[in-house]
């Protein structure tokens, strides 16, 4: 009997830019897995970040909601256990989930749906990277970005992050081996998350060596001089540590270097997932999905890492390829809060009364060339902000506010690297003051920011008291039981040996 649901195989990498996916991986790019992945997928050229920051953007592509509706502001932002994401749906649907790698859970909720995870996380999953509203232009050394990546970049044969992936690709691989032994009649979602390339900007010399002759090592944006940024990116540049340490040409070429092949690395372990797909006889009714939660801005403008709404930074990778769809190229701007009613969608799991409180809207029917996605919104208020920021991409346009700032506007049509701010232009007056109205209907600015001050104060108060005394963290701590792997006595071996086979018969 065929399967009616597909297989859902959800493989998330993390400060991927979308701007080096223009229509699948640029042509520079050794990407041999995902070039092959996106000429048979729904590309989405222009998919966004709903927050440009690692947790904020993950519990919003989880829940299809913005983060003034989950609360997750920040990368050590409480995510309720209350608020159903993709993994409760299609659980609730009949799916088994799991989930290999990277999701950044804050809090005691170390599932939020999956039945099992297979790895621990690579951060922490307590309150100690909350910023501080109330300490604006503080610095926290000990967790903020730096530019020692920018300066320290190279090549290694592990490091921290390597070590990670490592172990994910490994335990992702091993899942999928054991579903294709088709035990469990359920249909079933992995995700499968990796880290890179996320800085620091360091890379197996096998990979490094792929781009000595690279010709995108120069950024296509020169270093914007401080004085003339906007303010948000001077708070970055402040929050960074870069006024402090101006990496040379030859450091920016290398930083840029080793995150190309930490692209190629990934693309590897991509493969290695994709091609035990196949052999495992699963690929036919399997639909992938492949995103970044954020961008990377790469030294373009002289900026670095995430936390801009500028397209290297909120820009993403998104690309799907599954049962039945046509491989075909969207320009339409879309969303990764859109990726829950997708999956929702395709798997035919009911979003009942969820789907009043959504922010996300379902691909389907773009990917098959119909309809249209209202203007894409995004928020920051995270470490480099002093209040909530907003933004609106629609069509050819991106709005930026935030009440501190003077306002943002760009037309992409004529200004695709962003240069040219025109929100106080008199001959785009009209533009701006419509996006203006379309703020103040979306969001109470006001509310916002009192919500996320108080969140904070919180968290604070609770994080100083929890580590006084005994600590008990709320890292997942893998389990493995040893009792029911390979061969045990309370077993037939007979029976265990053919059932832990695949192909059978041969």
């Not at 792929?210 to 950024?219: G, R, T």
């Not at 006889?281 to 939660?293: H, N, Q, R």
């Not at 995270?382 to 920021?389: D, I, K, T």
């Amino acid at each position: 009997m065929p399967q009616s649901q597909p297989n859902l195989l959800i493989l998330i990498v993390d400060q991927l830019t979308g701007t080096l996916f223009p229509d699948g991986p640029a042509a520079f790019l050794h990407a041999p897995n995902l070039r092959a992945l996106a000429e048979r997928s729904v590309r989405f050229r222009n998919a966004y970040a709903p927050s440009p920051l690692c947790w904020p953007s993950r519990a919003s592509l989880m829940s299809g909601q913005l983060p003034n509706k989950t609360g997750v502001y920040d990368n050590a932002a409480l995510f309720p256990a209350d608020v159903p994401t993709f993994a409760h749906y299609l659980r609730r649907a009949g799916y088994q989930t799991s989930l290999s790698g990277k999701m950044h859970f804050v809090g005691p909720d170390q599932l939020h749906g999956y039945e099992e995870r297979l790895t621990t996380d690579i951060y922490p999953a307590d309150f100690g990277w909350t910023p501080d509203y109330d300490n604006p232009g503080e610095r926290i050394d000990w967790w903020y970005h730096n530019m020692a990546s920018v300066i320290g970049a190279g090549v290694a044969e592990i490091t921290n992050q390597l070590e990670f992936d490592d172990e994910v690709t490994y335990h992702a691989a091993r899942k999928l081996h054991d579903l294709s032994r088709r035990r469990d009649p359920r249909p079933w979602s992995l995700t499968v998350s990796l880290t890179h390339p996320h800085d620091p900007y360091v890379a197996r010399p096998k990979y490094f060596d792929l781009y000595a002759e690279s010709e995108a090592l120069d950024p296509a944006v020169p270093p914007i001089p401080f004085e003339r940024q906007d303010p948000h990116s001077q708070r970055l540049m402040i929050a960074c540590g870069q006024l402090a340490t101006n990496p040379t040409p030859e450091q920016v070429r290398r930083a840029r270097r080793a995150y190309f092949a930490n692209i190629s690395y990934v693309d590897d372990k991509i493969g290695e997932v994709l091609a035990i797909l196949d052999r495992g006889g699963m690929a036919d009714t399997t639909a992938v999905i492949f995103l970044s939660d954020h961008g990377e801005m790469l030294g373009e403008r002289g900026l670095w890492y995430k936390m801009s709404f500028f397209e290297g930074s909120a820009r993403v990778p998104l690309m799907i390829a599954a049962p039945g769809w046509a491989p075909r190229s969207v320009e339409t701007p879309v969303s990764t809060l859109d990726v829950l009613p997708t999956l929702c969608e395709l798997a035919g799991a009911p979003l009942g009364a969820g789907a009043a409180w959504l922010d996300g809207e379902s691909l389907v029917p773009l990917a098959h060339g119909e309809g249209s996605r209202s203007a894409v919104a995004m928020e920051y208020a995270a470490e480099g902000s002093v209040a909530p920021m907003v933004a609106l991409r629609d069509g050819r346009w991106k709005a930026i506010w935030a009440p501190p700032d003077p306002p943002q506007l760009y037309d992409f049509d004529n200004d695709p690297h962003e240069l040219e701010n025109l929100a106080l232009r008199p001959d785009h007056g009209e533009v701006w003051a419509d996006f203006e109205r379309r703020f103040a209907a979306r969001w109470d600015l006001a509310a916002y920011d009192r919500a996320v001050r108080a969140s904070q104060c919180r968290r604070h108060i609770v994080y100083e008291a929890l580590r006084q005394g005994t600590y008990t963290p709320w890292d997942f701590q893998p389990y493995e039981p040893a009792a029911r792997r390979y061969m045990r006595n309370d077993m037939d071996l007979n029976v265990l040996e053919a059932e832990r086979r695949y192909p059978r018969g041969e």
